[in-house]
């Protein structure tokens, strides 16, 4: 299948320059302790990033230049570990999919790297804060392509990893402050939870491929090596009988289930969701490039890269289906009745992503990398937005205290209305073509149950319309609410916020026309290439065949916009509450009567899904306090001090003191006729020995 | 030139430490009452580790990567009657470890410079370990290695005990008797095997390999049986006072309480030294004893050490997340880190070996940093108690660097060397049971927590504590210390190759030799096993019956010596 290597050394300069910057700033400021002129630093992080755009853009066209069938440059440059019969090189791959994901993280990358100058030098909280942030931002970039264009699986755990440390990195910036410390590193050990999955994922499909001899990890070889584990199963343990599909399950499945935990920590999939809104104490301009835009989509990206692997996991897929969509309602649940501007955004990029890993589910990878890439611009667009909020009210994030702030942010409020509208799936927004793709395969699929899972999609994007159209109603409309009313003061932020976000604005609306839709809406789409984003990644995610007729869009499409209309009608409605009228108000008294009891459990369920219907504190009582108490009382305590160090090395010195006092004292009488028996005694035990 | 080389490498530090007394008590002989001033000792001591580090990169550059066999080997006869002999080279592991010890122990001088190096009896110490810990990782007689392991044992019990903390001398006498216990057994299974080569060829000779000119062929010849043998001539027994002794060196749960209580008595450099080189030489024992000597058993033990590996990762870490002293802490994690050295070595394949040694090298360096670290603002401050501290990241931003950077290390984040080793390690083990491969690999989580709630509670939030406010950051001595450890960190996380390509052939034959020995041990039971089914009345002392002739022994060994496929024997 590998017909030609097409060389190219214009990969690792993608890669190392974001790296070369982030030394220069860390060396600097970290070790010299002498920090360059704000201008250096922002020459510094921002050129790296842009060239390393411009680098990205020039080897698309290289690519695209090569026949579809053979798209592919490599960049080798050494053996990273090699051992025994293991061995990763440092190799960077670019295919589609690695441009779409490289051109995404270099050129939001970009806007956001411009976007922070803006805001970290508006910040006045941390003075020597501003190298740092860049030093860790171009760190993350750096990793971040190391993972989308690393062509082994070990290579980009190194970029896995290396995402989560920058992100633990930036979530704990303000370190000053515990709260940050303490959700920094439950971002990390969250992540290192997945990770564990993807490590065993790796050492399983290695020690399989070894017993076949084609023992690589590198995405190719992998690719070519498939059919020889498909048929291949492992065996359960006895205990693990009652599992479907016991006693044997497919080896694909278990191996897709490792990465699938990985991408679960990634992407902040239920269980391990939990990391993703305490992140939100990030820096924001963080905030929308790796929990929002990059970092976070890695997981959905891992699956499309090993796309091949997972069609031949049915189990494991409709596993990750029904994974992705319970989050998503979950999710979506939870941003309702949010609080914390920042965090229900956060809570509907977990959404969303749930939305991606149910069209992986159903093997629509190209729709769920669509969705990526479109939730990456409106993502990041209402991060920005809500960022320059924040700033404007001097780091206020609670929605209830903020209202009206159209007229005093009047470029905020456009910008941040035209993510709304995306992200709620308005008729060619970007989201709505996307959304689309996914819905349709979601539909067509030929698997069981996904008929409930179609329903669910629907759903949430129902919830998602309306928790949007809810957070923009109470930020930017109604009465201001916050302290002191002084709302006059306020004001735009300058021209390096308002451009990065004036671009993310223009890509979340034409984004999806631009990346080419499916071509049901051609004849109102001024598109040349129908589907064209579908074909370029055809040749590794294969092509979503389902039969859906030009009808069927429309009438998804039809029922999908009503429906996020319905949501987007009922959060008017919540934040309006309109009075009855007229006509009825004698029905006030009794409808109250009736309404209280609904209207108090109302307010519960809604300060319950608040906190994330306490999943935190159930993992803290279930996981967090049982593992420190088996540590400190079980081991500490009970092992280490009573039983080891207690009863057996100071046991042992007591019992031969007791021995020395008690008995051998005795034999030592100073008498030299005892001394001298003893010896008779001793040399007449000998002797008889050696005559036996 | 490389024969003298690797024997001045080995002996410099000891030498320069007599040189150096020499010339202090001249002087004071010669009237001046001061003798050496102190400022010269250490200037003087330093130079001697830097050019023993010098020339141990040199053997480095000179060591050929593609030949299995020993390099820069010397032999000397010492007590030639009982085969013991001055036998020193080097293959990839030992080149590894002597890299390792040569280049901490500069380290250390510099890293107590303004503390403890100004006293000679410190500095005398520190030498007299490095010797004795380089003569054992390049022995090639056997009881020249026992020698040195045992000698090391000194000066290092008079660091605890001299230099250490308020309970310093029961630490000291923990460790010594601990290790001394151990050590006994290790004895015993010597003599043991000396007595089994002069049953099989007539004479004892101590040597690992084969040199020309030497008639009694090496230890590593001597047949250790595996069944029909009186109990303690079995390898199962042999293999089981070796692994004992060297568990308790390495440490080994459960009999690692010595450990904390060492680390948390002992000085910074002490415990640099204790964390870097000393637990080593358990983990060297097993690649340089008892694998090869004992293969047989070496396989039958494997899980259970597998095992017991295992539960040092995790116990160790689970331990290490309720101390509340900063030492403690690190010394647990320690428990932890060579628990997964130990995993590696035992999964018996190319890759877990290779990722046990490279994991050692890497604890060494991680491990070794951390402890400065914690030296240096425990210096600051009187005092480890992590709830003393809170926020040192405001007054100390270059400590904060370097320990966040060291604890990524220490947990495995790749780009650093802990990744590379660990990844190794838990590949290897994987290979042999996916179920402790699995376990072990929740590990890496419990390391995470450990660590980053550590350097949670010590750099970040606010700063609560008013003496916390003023500490002043590192100096130029200090930073330069750890950009010396994080060089190789980096280094290794980026390109492992420099260790690994010079340590696998010497994995290879390890397991080649170890793979021989297992057949041979194999078809002799075989054949003892029928023969013991044919003859109506066996033997009632087996030895005699299983063992033909010392003198056909003998010869059947040189035969099999100048044969082709026989092992190559080193240059002299």
Redesign the interface.
């Known amino acids: 299948m590998v017909s030609e290597v097409h060389q190219t050394e214009l990969l690792r300069w993608i890669v190392v320059l974001p790296l070369l910057a982030a030394a220069a700033n860390g060396l600097l400021l970290g070790l010299l302790r002498r920090p360059l002129p704000r201008t250096g630093t922002i020459a510094l992080s921002c050129g790296s990033v842009g060239v390393s755009f411009v680098l990205s853009f020039v080897a698309l066209v290289q690519l695209t230049g090569l026949d579809a069938e053979d798209r592919f440059l490599v960049d080798g440059l050494h053996t990273w570990i090699g051992a025994g019969r293991f061995s990763a090189e440092c190799s960077f791959l670019l295919d589609p999919l690695s441009a779409v994901m490289a051109l995404l993280v270099t050129g939001v990358g970009f806007l956001i790297h411009v976007y922070s100058i803006g805001t970290m030098e508006a910040d006045d909280r941390e003075d020597k804060g501003f190298q740092r942030y860049f030093c860790y931002l171009n760190l993350f970039v750096f990793a971040m392509l190391v993972l989308v264009l690393g062509d082994n699986l070990v290579l980009v755990f190194l970029g896995w990893e290396g995402v989560g440390l920058c992100s633990y990195l930036l979530i704990g910036f303000w370190y000053a402050d515990d709260r940050h410390a303490r959700a920094g590193m439950k971002a990390f050990v969250a992540n290192r939870v997945g990770d564990v999955g993807f490590l065993l994922g790796i050492f399983l499909l290695f020690w399989s491929l070894q017993d076949v001899g084609l023992a690589r990890v590198a995405f190719a070889d992998l690719r070519e090596a498939m059919p020889a584990l498909v048929e291949r199963t492992v065996p359960l343990p006895a205990w693990l009988g009652f599992l479907p599909g016991a006693p044997e399950w497919r080896l694909t499945n278990v191996i897709a289930l490792c990465f699938f935990v990985g991408a679960m920590g990634k992407s902040a999939q239920i269980p391990l969701h939990v990391w993703l809104p305490d992140a939100m104490s990030a820096p924001t301009p963080v905030s929308a490039l790796i929990h929002a835009a990059t970092m976070v989509t890695a997981g959905v990206y891992l699956v499309c890269r090993l796309a091949f692997l997972y069609e031949a996991a049915e189990a494991t897929s409709l596993v990750i289906a029904w994974v992705g969509a319970l989050t998503a309602l979950f999710a979506a649940c939870v941003a309702m009745a949010g609080r914390d501007l920042k965090k229900v955004l956060a809570w509907s990029t977990i959404s969303q992503l749930g939305l991606m890993f149910l069209a992986l589910g159903m093997g629509a990878y190209a729709a769920a990398l669509f969705h990526v890439v479109t939730h990456a611009f409106m993502k990041a667009l209402l991060f920005l937005g809500a960022g320059s909020v924040i700033l404007a009210l001097d780091h206020e994030q609670d929605i209830d205290r903020m209202g009206g702030l159209r007229a005093v942010l009047p470029w905020t409020h456009r910008m941040f209305g035209v993510g709304v509208v995306a992200l709620a799936g308005a008729p060619y927004m970007a989201g709505f073509f996307s959304k689309d793709a996914m819905l349709m395969a979601v539909r067509h699929a030929e698997v069981p149950g996904h008929e409930a899972l179609f329903a669910i999609g629907l759903l949430v994007s129902g919830l998602t319309a309306f928790y949007i159209c809810r957070l923009h109603l109470r930020v930017f409309h109604g009465e201001y609410r916050g302290r002191g009313g002084k709302r006059r003061e306020f004001h735009e932020p300058g021209q390096l916020i308002l451009i990065p976000l004036g671009i993310l604005a223009l890509l979340s609306m034409f984004g999806g026309l631009l990346l080419g839709p499916s071509a049901a809406f051609v004849p109102f789409v001024p598109s040349e290439d129908p589907d064209s984003f579908g074909r370029f990644l055809e040749p590794l995610l294969g092509r979503t065949e389902h039969a859906a007729t030009d009808a069927e869009h429309w009438g998804l499409a039809a029922s999908a916009t009503s429906i996020a209309l319905a949501g987007g009608a009922l959060a008017w409605l919540a934040a309006r509450r309109p009075g009855l009228p007229q006509a009825l108000a004698p029905l006030r008294a009794p409808l109250g009567r009736v309404l209280a009891p609904l209207r108090r459990s109302g307010r519960a369920v809604t300060a319950t899904a608040r906190t994330g219907f306490h999943v935190d504190a159930l993992y803290d009582v279930a996981l967090v306090r049982p593992l420190y108490w088996l540590a400190d009382v079980v081991l500490r305590r009970g092992v280490e001090q009573r039983v080891i160090d207690g009863a057996l090395v100071h046991g042992s010195a007591r019992t031969v003191r007791a021995l020395a006092d008690g008995a051998l004292r005795h034999l030592q009488t100073g008498l030299v006729q005892n001394y001298l028996l003893w010896i008779a005694v001793g040399a007449l035990v000998v002797v008889g020995w050696l005559l036996r | 030139m490389s024969e003298a080389l690797l024997t001045w490498v080995v002996f410099l530090p000891l030498a320069s430490v007599v040189g150096l007394a020499l010339l202090h008590g001249s002087l004071v002989a010669f009237g001046l009452s001061r003798g050496l001033p102190d400022v010269l000792w250490r200037w003087l001591a330093l130079a001697a580790t830097v050019v023993t580090f010098g020339m141990s990169v040199a053997l480095a550059a000179g060591y050929d990567a593609t030949d299995t066999a020993f390099q820069f080997v010397a032999h000397r006869p010492w007590l030639p009657r009982w085969g013991i002999h001055y036998f020193v080279g080097l293959d990839g592991v030992g080149l590894a470890m002597l890299l390792l010890t040569t280049f901490l122990v500069p380290l250390v001088l510099i890293g107590s410079w303004t503390g403890y190096s100004r006293r000679k009896g410190y500095l005398m110490h520190v030498l007299v370990l490095e010797t004795g810990a380089l003569g054992a990782f390049a022995s090639l007689n056997l009881f020249q290695f026992y020698v040195f392991f045992e000698a090391l044992l000194v000066p290092m019990v008079f660091l605890i005990g001299v230099f250490g903390g308020p309970l310093r001398v029961r630490a000291a006498i923990?460790f010594f008797l601990f290790t001394l216990a151990g050590s006994v057994l290790f004895l015993v299974a010597l003599l043991v095997l000396a007595v089994l080569q002069q049953q099989q060829f007539g004479g004892v000779n101590f040597d690992l390999v084969a040199v020309s000119g030497i008639p009694l062929p090496p230890i590593l010849e001597t047949r250790v049986p595996t069944v029909q043998a009186p109990w303690w001539q079995q390898q199962t027994w042999l293999f089981a006072a070796c692994a004992l002794a060297f568990a308790v060196k390495i440490p080994l749960v459960?009999l690692h309480?010595w450990l904390p209580d060492a680390h948390v008595e002992a000085p910074t450099g002490g415990s640099v030294l204790l964390a870097g080189v000393l637990l080593k030489l358990g983990a060297f024992g097993f690649v340089r004893v008892a694998l090869p000597l004992f293969p047989v058993a070496a396989q039958q033990f494997a899980p259970v050490l597998a095992v017991v590996a295992l539960v040092g990762i995790l116990?160790g870490a689970?331990?290490a997340?309720?101390q509340s002293d900063l030492k403690k802490l690190v010394a647990y994690t320690s428990i932890s880190h060579l628990g997964f050295v130990v995993l590696g070595l035992f999964a018996l394949?190319?890759?877990g070996l290779?990722?046990g040694i490279l994991q050692m090298v890497n604890h060494g360096l991680s491990t070794g940093a951390l402890f400065l670290l914690v030296g240096m603002i425990a210096e600051r401050r009187d005092t480890r108690e992590i709830a003393a501290f809170g926020?040192v990241?405001?007054p100390m931003?270059?400590f904060a660097?370097f320990l966040?950077l060291i604890t990524?290390s220490s947990i495995g984040?790749?780009?650093l060397n802990g990744?590379?080793g660990e990844?190794?390690v838990?590949?290897g083990a994987?290979?042999r049971s996916?179920a402790v491969?699995?376990a072990a690999?929740?590990g890496?989580?419990l390391a995470?927590?450990v660590m980053?709630?550590m350097?949670?509670r010590v750099?970040?939030?606010?700063?609560e504590n008013p003496e916390n406010r003023g500490l002043i950051d590192l100096d130029r001595r200090e930073?330069a210390v750890l950009?010396a450890f994080v060089i190789p960190i980096v280094w290794i996380g980026?390109?492992?190759?420099t260790l690994?390509?010079r340590v696998?052939p010497s994995?290879l034959e390890l397991l080649r030799v170890m793979d021989v020995r297992a057949r041979a041990s194999a078809a002799e039971s075989e054949a003892s096993a029928s023969e013991s089914s044919g003859s109506e009345a066996p033997e009632a002392d087996g030895s005699s019956a299983t063992v033909p002739g010392a003198a056909g022994q003998r010869a059947r060994w040189l035969a099999a010596a100048t044969a082709p496929a026989g092992r190559p024997e080193p240059a002299r």
């Open positions: 923990k459960p309480t116990y689970l331990l997340m309720v394949n190319v890759e290779q990722g926020g990241a405001k931003p270059v660097l966040v990524m984040v790749p780009m990744f590379v990844f190794l838990l590949l994987f290979e996916a491969g699995a690999t929740v890496v989580v995470a927590i980053l709630s350097l949670r750099l970040f939030g606010p700063v930073r950009v980026v390109h492992p190759a690994l390509r696998e994995i």
